[in-house]
């Protein structure tokens, strides 16, 4: 799915034009010179607007709507766009002479190959002294000002609180065998990811996965929204992995949900943006990359989109103060990732 403004078509199609015809690359935008954020936004104002893609953006409106009543007169326009199509645009706007868009908003595994291909352009936001430098990327190519945890989402009218898993290996209990829903594990995506953190850190093992698909028998879905919507309905009592934020909006509506992480790990999911290299407005796009890192900017991701900023003393989102404090398992990298991948194409 995705929704792609009227500037950012009209910018990608443009680009394909003038290289089709054979003219002149467009010109790059100056390099900015900016000493604060103030200077930015000076600068940001003769641009006007800052151009992002990414596969939330629609869930971000309302923070986006915060960012520009705290600098007015700069407008953002954005595209929900992902996965291959999201690779085949950037691809198409570099070959066709420059990127149409200034950001990139997505998960570390995707900024990590848009730095190989060097899509990006160091950039450090104003405001991160205090930042735990995980949360910036390898020579400053990304930064996270916020993470979704995911962990598992019961149904209440199923599960009673003293019912719910509460470690890894309550997951595998007998009385939940062939009650677990779960996204393909196979699939790229955060299933994967979860699993992929939790044997990296050592929380599970190969012989937990063997156990998780023969003893606890999970119902396999094709995304872990239709996980979750399974629980929802009752199909399930559990949704293996289960975002926070989709949980709190599907409680919102009424759902009968309880939220639970495993106390020996829970997966934190760096939510990073990229400044994309030669964006036609990079002086906007850095201020709204410094501006998530405000205090403002933490808050607002917590209250709208139910993230965990990573600034210290940012706000919790709504319920978080019940779930405790997990073990955090962090983005197992690359080449731990694609090695789990690999092996969950043996196991389901």
């Not at 200034?102 to 205090?130: A, W």
């Not at 829970?266 to 990359?289: E, I, K, W």
């Not at 405000?294 to 600034?311: D, N």
Request: net charge negative; proline share 7%; hydrophobic share 40%.
């Amino acid at each position: 799915m995705k929704k792609t403004s009227t500037f950012a078509a009209l910018a990608a199609a443009s680009a394909l034009l003038i290289s089709g015809c054979g003219g002149a690359e467009p010109e790059a935008a100056a390099a900015p010179t900016a000493t604060s954020v103030e200077e930015l936004y000076e600068a940001a104002q003769d641009e006007g607007q800052v151009v992002v893609y990414g596969p939330t953006e629609d869930l971000y409106a309302a923070v986006y709507e915060d960012f520009k009543a705290a600098y007015p007169g700069i407008e953002i326009v954005t595209s929900d766009i992902f996965g291959q199509e999201l690779d085949s645009r950037l691809e198409g706007e570099q070959i066709a002479g420059g990127f149409a868009a200034d950001l990139v908003h997505i998960g570390v595994s995707d900024v990590e190959r848009y730095k190989e291909k060097d899509y990006l352009v160091p950039y450090r936001p104003f405001g991160t002294e205090d930042l735990d430098p995980a949360f910036i990327g390898p020579d400053e190519a990304w930064s996270v000002p916020s993470q979704h945890l995911y962990a598992t989402a019961y149904n209440t009218k199923a599960l009673s609180a003293d019912e719910v898993p509460t470690t890894w290996d309550d997951l595998l209990a007998a009385d939940l065998s062939g009650k677990i829903a779960t996204a393909t594990p196979k699939q790229s995506g955060v299933t994967p990811q979860v699993l992929s953190a939790a044997l990296e850190e050592g929380v599970i093992d190969e012989a937990w996965i063997d156990s998780f698909k023969a003893e606890a028998n999970p119902k396999i879905f094709p995304s872990v929204a239709n996980a979750l919507q399974a629980t929802v309905t009752g199909e399930t009592n559990l949704a293996f992995v289960a975002g926070y934020g989709s949980y709190m909006r599907q409680v919102e509506q009424g759902a009968p949900l309880g939220f639970s992480a495993m106390t020996d790990g829970a997966y934190f999911s760096d939510v990073a943006y990229g400044v994309l290299d030669g964006g036609p407005n990079p002086n906007a796009a850095r201020l709204l990359v410094a501006w998530m890192f405000s205090a403002e900017g933490q808050a607002s991701v917590a209250k709208h989109v139910f993230e965990f900023g990573t600034m210290p003393e940012a706000p919790l989102p709504a319920g978080a103060d019940v779930i405790g404090d997990p073990v955090r398992l962090p983005y197992p990298g690359a080449d731990g990732y694609r090695s789990t991948l690999q092996l969950l194409s043996t196991k389901f």
